[in-house]
């Protein structure tokens, strides 16, 4: 079975030697457990990458963004039980606008009822593959970052 190619859109947002990063557990297409994705999600028909990033946030976190700089546009193609899915993802750098979210520790997610946590990672963990992040390739954009 194959999925449509679906767009979607992540903000990396930095801090000291860290991205902001969802944590997540479960299958994923490297096997199973913890894993990390930067917060964000579908665009959706006739929106803007730079629209649908600023709502997701709102969504997930309640927190505004500003957008800082295009990163560029990764393609990711992935199976997971059997089931193959292509994304194409368009990366953005993007800093909270309410500073003090910068200080939490963890920040509550939730999406469509599903409860989980951003967390400040250090970059260099999913760089040396100590971290599982998705979408695969993405810790190739992170080095601006250390």
């Given at each position: ?23 997540l ?15 964000g999600?579908t665009?959706?028909?006739g ?15 309640g927190?505004?963004i ?13 199976s997971?039980?059997?089931?193959t ?18 200080e ?5 997610v ?33 080095i601006?970052?250390?």
């Amino acid at each position: 079975m194959v999925d449509r190619p679906r767009a979607n859109t992540l903000g990396i947002i930095y801090k000291d030697g860290r991205i902001l990063a969802e944590k997540l557990s479960g299958k994923h297409s490297k096997g199973e457990g913890v894993f990390y994705r930067p917060l964000g999600g579908t665009i959706e028909l006739g929106e803007t990458s730079i629209d649908a990033l600023k709502r997701e946030f709102m969504e997930e976190i309640g927190a505004e963004i500003n957008i800082v700089n295009y990163i560029a546009c990764l393609e990711n193609i992935y199976s997971i039980n059997g089931i193959t899915r292509h994304e194409l993802t368009q990366l953005y750098e993007a800093e909270l606008v309410n500073e003090s979210l910068y200080e939490k520790e963890s920040i509550p997610v939730n999406e469509n009822g599903r409860k989980s946590e951003a967390k400040w990672i250090p970059v260099i963990s999913f760089i040396d593959e100590r971290e599982v992040l998705f979408p695969a390739g993405l810790e190739n954009y992170l080095i601006r970052f250390l």
